[in-house]
């Protein structure tokens, strides 16, 4: 029996799951992320490692591959994390570290890109889907892009890396360096600020509440300027990949249908003014990922097992 640990570290929390081949599930267990430099934070992921594999009752030697998503920038050939700036790493080899400790193959990837892949599985037990964008709205703003079944990495890792395009020339700086990137309209902090230059502060705290106000016409401007950004940045990656679906997800998106349904009156705003967009951009090519599920631990799962697939032997 073939045995996989998916690993999902985020900058709040640390998540992991064991499955058998057929992803029935043994044990799942989420943790706060210790953060405070690469030795605590290697120490936090181990200790979740261990209480996961003691639930589902295995050693680290029946696993046949750890995949893990971590956030930043990943080179996937050596699971070195080159830069992930909440968690305090910098050229940081986590995937070799790991495998030493646990005497078990690591493959890392970067997380969005996992939760891509992880979106995709979901999805296809539904429906047959040959591509798809994953667009994660949280702290940050990202995508990632599964082609033809595969991830897709790009030329130097950074494909997807949709908040850092320019929706606004005028707009806010971004620690990019450059200014009116989406992220400085669209992503939560983002959101948070212009809630705080406005009027409605101590009214509201995310798009959520600025949801629950509707009809207060500053909260509804706000509202309709993020669904726009967002939009516009679904509009991207159809444009530029022609994928047949674009999933949303991260922190934003738990603002759920109401956030969803205003995306989709940006969307039918643009389909007014073109045939090109009627035809490229129908609401039912976007759509938001089941609650409850995570789908970077899922993808960090199948990541697991595709790695597993490669070091069989071939006859
Ligand atoms: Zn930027």
Not at 22 to 47: C, K, M, Q, W, Y
Not at 121 to 148: F, W
Not at 151 to 171: D, F, K, P, T
Not at 183 to 190: D, K, L, M, N, R
Request: charge should be negative; proline fraction near 4%.
């Amino acid at each position: 029996m073939i045995y996989l640990l998916g690993l999902d570290i985020g900058g709040t929390k640390t998540e992991a799951l064991v499955a058998d081949e057929r992803f029935n599930v043994l044990g799942h267990v989420v943790h706060s992320t210790r953060v405070g430099g690469p030795d605590e934070t290697l120490r936090g992921i181990l200790a979740t490692v261990e209480e996961t594999l003691q639930e589902s009752s295995l050693s680290p030697s029946q696993l046949s591959v750890i995949g893990v998503g971590i956030p930043g920038q990943v080179k996937p050939e050596t699971g070195e994390v080159q830069f992930a700036v909440n968690l305090g790493l910098e050229a940081y080899p986590l995937g070799h570290a790991l495998s030493e400790m646990l005497g078990v193959p690591v493959a890392v990837e970067n997380d969005v890109r996992l939760a891509a892949l992880g979106a995709y599985h979901l999805l296809i037990r539904q429906q047959t889907l040959n591509s798809l964008a994953y667009i994660s709205v949280g702290t940050g703003i990202a995508a990632g892009l599964v082609l033809n079944g595969q991830l897709y990495r790009g030329a130097s890792g950074m494909a997807g890396e949709i908040g850092h395009i320019v929706i606004n020339e005028q707009g806010e700086l971004c620690p990019c360096g450059q200014r009116g990137c989406l992220e400085t309209v669209a992503a939560g902090p983002a959101i948070m600020r212009q809630i705080e230059q406005s009027g409605l502060v101590g009214q509201a705290r995310s798009i959520s509440d600025l949801l629950a106000l509707r009809g207060n016409p500053e909260a509804d401007a706000l509202v309709a300027q993020v669904a726009h950004a967002l939009a516009r940045a679904i509009q991207w990656v159809v444009m530029a990949c022609d994928v047949e679906r674009v999933a949303l997800g991260g922190g934003v998106t738990k603002a759920g249908l109401g956030l969803l349904h205003a995306i989709h009156a940006e969307m039918a705003a643009f389909r007014e003014e073109s045939a090109l967009i009627r035809m490229m951009l129908p609401d039912e090519r976007v759509t938001l990922l089941p609650e409850g599920i995570n789908p970077g631990l899922y993808g960090a799962i199948r990541l697991a097992q595709e790695t597993a697939k490669h070091k069989e032997p071939r006859h």
